[in-house]
Structures are given as C-alpha cells and as structure tokens.
C-alpha cells in the first residue's frame, strides 16, 4: 500500500479482506454493512454464491478470447439475455471494459452515423474521467481541472436541479426546456448537432432524477431535428431505480444506452445497445480493444441476469426502496441538518445542510466517518460532498435496511 499513488485517495480506512452480501470483512474480522456496492457495481451483493460459481467454472475453460479474433459463447448469449431487457428498438450490443469506455463508443458512434460533430450534455451529469468523457462531465470541477484544453464540441444545457433552483418542478421544467432550444439556436444548431447525452438519475452531482415532462421534451427535440439521444444508464440501469432501466420512469426511449457498473457484479464489463441500423452506420474497425467481452466477465453477468431475475431483484429495489426512502424522511422531519431526501429506488440522497439551502460538506464527512466507525459504510457526493448517497446492494434485506438507517441515526446524535 505504500507505493500506491497518493491520489488515490480512499473515503474509509478499512483494507477489505472479503464480502458476503451487504456486508465487508477487513483481515481481523471486523465488518462493515457495506451501502455503498463499490459505487453500485456489486447489485447482487458482495460475492454472491451462483456469480462466484459462474467465474469460477469459466476460469477453468477460457479466461481471454480477444473478442475482435473470436466469439466465445457467453458473449453471444449475453448479448441475447440482454436484449431481452433492452427497449425493443436497440437490437445490437458492443462490450467494453468500463463505463468511461462505453460513453466514448457512444460518442464515436453518435458522430461517425450521423456525420455531425456536435454533443450537447446535462449540467451535474458526470460521465467518466476519460478525456471524451471528462468534456462531457460537470458534475465537479475535480474531473476537469488541470488538463485543458478537453475536447472540442460540447455544448451544456441544463438539467432540472429543482431543489438548487429553490423552484417548483414545473417552473424548473419550463426553465431547462427554453434553456436548452436556446442553445441549440445559440451554441450547438441542429444540423450541427449529433446526439444529447442525459443520466436520467444523476450520480456524482447529488442523485437528481430527471422528470418525465423534461425526458419527454429532450426525445421530442431529438425526433424533430434528427439528433440522438442516449441515455447514460452507468449507475442507474440495471434495477437500481425499481425499474430495469431508470429511463423507463419516464415514458421515452433512447436511441443508445450505456450500462455498466452492476452489470457483471464486480468484474469489469460495459456496453453500450443501439439499433443495428445505427451500429451498421458506424466506421468498420471504431469497436473493439483488448479485454472488452472478456469471457470470465460475460460469465458474472449471465449469472447476474439469473439472480436478478430469480430473485426479482428489480421488483425487491422499488419495494425497498419506497421503505429506505420513507425512513430516511422520517429522520429529515426530526433533523434540521437534513434539508432534502431524493432519488429512485435503492438510489437515494440526503442533502446535508447548515441551514436550509447552505451545504454542509464537514458534517456528512463527519457523519460517515462515525457510521464507519460503528459498522456501516456510506459515500459522499454532490458539488460540496454535502450529499450522502445510500446505494445498498439490490438484495439489501428490510433488517439490513433498518439496521443502517439505525446505525446513520446514531451518527445523527453523535455528531451533533
């Protein structure tokens, strides 16, 4: 650990040893209830008893079938077991390694199909930390700042912050759609512009969910000008929202989709789904790279779509998500330093607060450090890491619900 580099900077002190569930052991057999899933990649819990036997029978018959020399059957049948959830006009997949990988295919594809060069992205939407992606990013200045120039091309609109706003939903509705016909007869003209790229849940900038009016008018300006839409489902997709893809709260269809992060359940996989007339109108040899596809990987999320669906994991995330969320607004109404509770699902935010409207950035630090230290691990987020996200693994019990939410009240009266 010494020579790790020191910008690698962890927000627990624990060195995990192994995972069982929602919860994660260090090497003295201390535990954490972990409600964090490594930023919502472990959706099935940590180390999940039929994933684990998945890998493991894969490790013993092929580890690395470079998937630009051959096909291997789990990503043939992945593909097929995926297009089973997908919107029934996205009849093609190209794989990945990351989430930043699967936004700069998209991008390309976006570009190349349409011969336009122009992306326009979400004010808050955090996309990746790879340069393409990083141009695309607002959610902090920390993914930016030190290496501009980023590249060339992205317009910003804005996104339905009504909170930050201090607005209605409507009025902040109203606001982003004019706002975002502004800048496509201002910054980023129509026939310029090749695709618009949403998180229809925010992430990184504090767990906002779009609305459906805004999705709606964001497909209605992408059908009227021939632009794309792609809906970024990295964090998410995939059950987290109570719904398979959080896009489907709102009644529209993208014309790409990124998902990654709890699609394998831990091990490196990404991809992005679009139409097969629209893969087909890509650049011959744009797709591809050395480990995407890996054949151990498509094996984790095969058995990953077994779980979730033998489990109805999608169903179980909005049943306890709904409970999750009432909770955490019983201890707003009783807190003064909680100013909001936002989010989908098993995807929520608590805005910590001064006083209302003034982020509190010390005293989320301070609360998660006191969860740690009694057993629960959470993450921080949003521009002043004010926000504290509970992102539990989709099999998070009702007791393991209520025993976090026990432990982060304890927190509450600790750090008074």
């Known amino acids: 650990m010494n020579h790790l580099s020191p910008l690698l900077v962890q927000s627990s002190g624990i060195c995990a040893e192994r995972g069982e569930g929602s919860w ?3 090497g003295e057999g201390r535990r954490w209830l972990d409600f964090t899933s490594g930023i919502g990649v472990t959706a099935t819990g940590h180390c999940h008893p039929k994933v684990v036997e998945a890998a493991r029978d894969q490790v013993g018959k092929l580890v690395h079938a470079q998937y630009a020399t051959v ?3 789990n990503m043939l049948r992945l593909t097929d077991r995926l297009y089973e959830h997908l919107p029934r006009n996205l009849d093609a997949v190209a794989f990945s390694n990351s989430g930043s990988e699967a936004v700069e295919t998209a991008l390309r594809l976006a570009r190349q199909a349409s011969g ?3 992306i326009i992205a979400f004010t808050g939407g955090f996309h990746g930390r790879t340069l393409a992606a990083a141009s695309m990013t607002t959610s902090t200045t920390k993914v930016r700042t030190g290496w501009q120039p980023l590249m060339a091309g992205v317009s910003f609109s ?5 909170y930050r706003y201090g607005w209605s939903e409507d009025d902040t509705v109203d606001f982003c759609l004019r706002e975002l016909d502004h800048v496509l007869m201002t910054q980023s003209a129509p026939s310029d512009t090749a695709a618009m790229i949403i998180e229809p849940v925010q992430g990184e900038y504090g767990y906002y969910p779009a609305t459906k009016r805004f999705m709606q008018g964001l497909r209605e300006r992408c059908d009227k000008h021939g632009i ?4 970024d489902e990295i964090q998410a997709g995939y059950g987290r929202t109570g719904r398979f893809w959080s896009h489907e709260h709102f009644d529209v269809q993208p014309d790409m989709l990124i998902t990654a992060k709890g699609l394998a359940s831990g091990y490196p996989l990404s991809a992005v789904a679009a139409s097969r007339a629209l893969m087909s109108s890509g650049a011959p ?3 591809g790279g050395t480990y995407g ?3 151990v990987a498509c094996a984790a999320a095969l058995a990953t779509l077994d779980v979730m669906e033998q489990e109805e994991l999608v169903s179980h995330a909005a049943t306890e998500g709904a409970y999750l969320f009432e909770r955490l607004r019983t201890l707003r109404d009783s807190h003064d330093c909680i100013d909001e509770v936002r989010g989908m699902g098993l995807m929520l935010g608590m805005e910590i607060v001064k006083a209302p409207g003034q982020p509190d950035g010390e005293r989320a630090a301070a609360l998660l450090k006191a969860c740690e230290q009694s057993g629960l691990l959470l993450l921080r987020c949003g521009i002043h890491g004010q926000v504290v996200r509970w992102l539990p693994p989709l099999t998070a019990s009702r007791q393991e619900i209520d025993q976090a939410v026990n432990l982060f009240q304890d927190a509450l009266e600790e750090t008074r």
């Open 293 to 295: 596809a890996n054949a």
């Open 71 to 73: 096909t291997h059957p």
């Open 116 to 118: 336009r060069p122009k």
């Open 285 to 287: 040899g744009s797709q």
């Open 158 to 162: 804005p996104f339905p912050h009504s």
């Open 24 to 26: 994660l052991f260090d």
């Open 228 to 231: 794309l839409l792609i809906a």
